[in-house]
C-alpha cells in the first residue's frame, strides 16, 4: 500500500509543480509517479501469486518433514538434508512474515495466511 501512495504522491507533486509553477521538470516528476504507481498495481497480483505457491510448497514441506520424523528407517544423512530443508523453509517464512507485516508492501502479501503459518521445529 505504501508504495502505491509513495506513487501517487510524487504524481501528485509533479502535476502540482508543473501546472502551478511552471516548472521544467515537474511533467517528468508526475510521470515518475505515475510508472511507479502502475509498476506497483501490475506487481500486487504478482508478488501475491508467488507467495501463495511458495506456501503450499511450505505446507507440502513440512507435512514431508513430519512423516519422515516418523519414519524410524530414516538414515542421519537423510535427516541432515531434512534439517537444512528446515533451516530454509524458516528462513523463508520469517522473511515473507516481515514483509507482510511492513507497510511500504503489505498489499503484496497474503497477510492472514502467512501468518497463521508456524516455523518447522
Given at each position: 500500500?505504501?508504495?502505491?501512495?509513495?506513487?501517487?504522491?510524487?504524481?501528485?507533486?509533479?502535476?502540482?509543480?508543473?501546472?502551478?509553477?511552471?516548472?521544467?521538470g515537474?511533467?517528468?516528476?508526475?510521470?515518475?509517479?505515475?510508472?511507479?504507481?502502475?509498476?506497483?498495481?501490475?506487481?500486487?497480483?504478482?508478488?501475491?501469486?508467488?507467495?501463495?505457491?511458495?506456501?503450499?510448497?511450505?505446507?507440502?514441506?513440512?507435512?514431508?518433514?513430519?512423516?519422515?520424523?516418523?519414519?524410524?528407517?530414516?538414515?542421519?544423512?537423510?535427516?541432515?538434508?531434512?534439517?537444512?530443508?528446515?533451516?530454509?523453509?524458516?528462513?523463508?517464512?520469517?522473511?515473507?512474515?516481515?514483509?507482510?507485516n511492513?507497510?511500504?508492501?503489505?498489499?503484496?502479501?497474503?497477510t492472514?495466511?502467512?501468518?497463521?503459518?508456524?516455523?518447522?521445529?
Amino acid at each position: 500500500m505504501g508504495l502505491i501512495l509513495i506513487g501517487v504522491f510524487i504524481a501528485v507533486i509533479g502535476g502540482i509543480l508543473y501546472s502551478a509553477f511552471d516548472i521544467e521538470g515537474g511533467e517528468f516528476i508526475s510521470w515518475v509517479g505515475i510508472a511507479i504507481f502502475g509498476i506497483m498495481v501490475i506487481a500486487i497480483p504478482i508478488t501475491r501469486f508467488s507467495c501463495i505457491s511458495e506456501i503450499v510448497k511450505f505446507e507440502s514441506v513440512q507435512t514431508s518433514i513430519l512423516e519422515a520424523r516418523q519414519n524410524d528407517n530414516i538414515s542421519e544423512f537423510e535427516l541432515a538434508a531434512l534439517q537444512q530443508k528446515v533451516i530454509e523453509k524458516n528462513e523463508w517464512l520469517a522473511e515473507q512474515q516481515f514483509w507482510a507485516n511492513h507497510w511500504l508492501c503489505d498489499l503484496h502479501y497474503p497477510t492472514k495466511r502467512l501468518n497463521r503459518l508456524v516455523s518447522i521445529r
